[in-house]
């Protein structure tokens, strides 16, 4: 039964990929929710941590990225249940799907549902945006998106007063494996002056065999089409710095050229995976500003410019070993 359960999940990487696992895993779904005015802006990630020992249980972290608070929810292991043919997870009364949600924390209630959502390609051959490196058996950490951009509607009891977040906008991904990259920069941001644009970019220190490479995935979703920087598709790291508050990413593919420049605001810390226990640490802002150029390689044409406001971002680690 795991057997065909991780078959399937195999090529649907938004579905629960944990099946068997006992022991050094973690599987965690971002799902980042802002509201249409822009002042409510959270992260909530449920998961399961599994350590080396096998010690389990299932949580729900959860972040205010406007007061820089964060909370971690811990259930019991049993407490978690997911689907084996599709992306529907639980964990106590809480329910997350592509679709909608629903809260039922200490201080967060309420029920949101998803529309428009924005799906990154999964071809059998390339399954997500880990492309071939889906397959290989052996990885630190896997990636996937499960809606690039959506839009959102329901209302949310916080703190005791009702947030209504019909008309916002929602992004979610998800990362599975027994650890975070040991330095990795992640940012991600679809507010921008002209609706129906999203950035993802991360670059990490990834495991190889014996030794290592920096590996990246990005893609910028314009409006009617998704246009990928990845390691496995020909593109080219061109540009990695971080200096102070300031991110700077170029990247290049066959045909076009994109130059990201991020200012990074304060940060909140999370709880992050180190051998599948939840003891590490990472801090995340989703408060930042994310400067975007797209130009064509040939002729030098801008594609696209712009401003992108609640960035999310992530420096996390020993960066150096990704600079260039």
């Known amino acids: 039964m795991n057997l065909l359960r991780r078959v399937r999940s195999l090529f649907n990487p938004e579905h629960y990929q944990g099946w068997g696992k006992q022991r050094k895993y973690f599987e965690?779904?971002?799902?980042?929710?802002?509201?249409?005015?822009?002042?409510?802006?959270?992260?909530?990630?449920?998961?399961?941590?599994?350590?080396?020992?096998?010690?389990?249980?299932?949580?729900?972290?959860?972040?205010?990225?406007?007061?820089?608070?964060?909370?971690?929810?811990?259930?019991?292991?049993?407490?978690?249940?997911?689907?084996?043919?599709?992306?529907?997870?639980?964990?106590?009364?809480?329910?997350?799907?592509?679709?909608?949600?629903s809260l039922n924390l200490n201080g967060v209630k309420g029920k949101l549902n998803f529309s428009g959502n924005v799906h990154w390609p999964k071809p059998w051959y390339s399954p997500g945006i880990m492309g071939p490196y889906t397959f290989a058996p052996f990885m630190q950490c896997y990636h996937g998106i499960v809606s690039m951009d959506h839009s959102i509607e329901g209302v949310l009891e916080y703190s005791g007063k009702k947030i209504d977040f019909t008309g916002g906008r929602g992004y979610i991904e998800k990362d599975w494996g027994s650890s975070f990259p040991e330095g990795y920069i992640w940012l991600q941001?679809?507010?921008?002056?002209?609706?129906?644009?999203?950035?993802?970019?991360?670059?990490?220190?990834?495991?190889?065999?014996?030794?290592?490479?920096?590996?990246?995935?990005?893609?910028?979703?314009?409006?009617?089409?998704l246009i990928r920087f990845t390691t496995y598709n020909g593109s080219s790291l061109k540009k990695v710095a971080v200096e102070g508050h300031s991110v700077v990413i170029v990247l290049q593919n066959k045909n076009y050229l994109l130059e990201i420049s991020v200012l990074r605001d304060s940060a909140t810390a999370l709880a992050s995976p180190v051998g599948g226990h939840m003891e590490g640490r990472i801090e995340e802002s989703m408060s930042s500003e994310m400067d975007i150029r797209l130009t064509e390689v040939k002729s030098g044409r801008e594609v696209f410019s712009g401003k992108g406001r609640n960035t999310a971002v992530e420096v996390a680690g020993n960066v150096g070993e990704v600079l260039i």
């Open 28 to 101: 965690g779904w971002y799902f980042k929710i802002l509201s249409a005015d822009e002042q409510s802006a959270f992260a909530l990630i449920p998961g399961v941590s599994m350590d080396t020992k096998g010690n389990r249980h299932s949580f729900v972290q959860f972040l205010d990225g406007r007061s820089k608070t964060s909370e971690y929810h811990k259930f019991e292991y049993e407490d978690f249940s997911a689907s084996p043919s599709r992306f529907s997870v639980s964990v106590g009364n809480n329910r997350f799907s592509a679709s909608n949600l």
């Open 189 to 225: 941001s679809n507010h921008f002056p002209e609706p129906g644009v999203s950035v993802k970019t991360s670059v990490a220190k990834i495991p190889w065999l014996r030794g290592s490479f920096t590996g990246f995935i990005s893609g910028i979703w314009l409006f009617d089409r």
